[in-house]
């Protein structure tokens, strides 16, 4: 099991910026990839980024050219700054690390944190 502590949530005004931190309570490095994810009220959970163990980075077409996800392996923390953030980006934003090998993997989640974009 991987713990995931996350921060950096809280109010913004529309354009503005906020960074999201989540720390694994493993090593990064011995992680399959790790990830953000958003779910609004009566709304499946959506990939917003993701990236890979081998610094592969996905995002959600929402989020091009504003979100940027990076890790820190020294400070074993993956962070995703998002700017220009617009009312539609109001969320509550999930960490998700991923494990496993040979057809055995497993998702592990943090407890998220509440992203809240005014107008």
């Known amino acids: 099991q991987v713990q995931l502590v996350e921060s950096g949530g809280g109010s913004v005004q529309a354009g503005g910026s906020l960074r999201l931190s989540c720390a694994p309570s493993?090593?990064?490095?011995?992680?399959?990839?790790m990830g953000w994810y958003r779910q609004a009220p009566g709304k499946q959970r959506e990939l917003v980024a993701r990236i890979t163990r081998y610094g592969s980075t996905t995002y959600a077409d929402s989020v091009k050219g504003r979100f940027t996800i990076s890790r820190d392996n020294a400070k074993n923390t993956v962070y995703l700054q998002m700017d220009s953030l617009n009312p539609e980006d109001t969320n509550v934003y999930y960490c998700?690390?991923?494990?496993?090998?040979?057809?055995?993997?497993?998702?592990?989640w943090g407890q998220g944190t509440q992203v809240t974009v005014s107008s």
């Open positions: 998700k690390a991923e494990t496993g090998l040979g057809g055995t993997y497993y998702d592990h």
């Open positions: 493993r090593s990064i490095s011995s992680l399959n990839a």
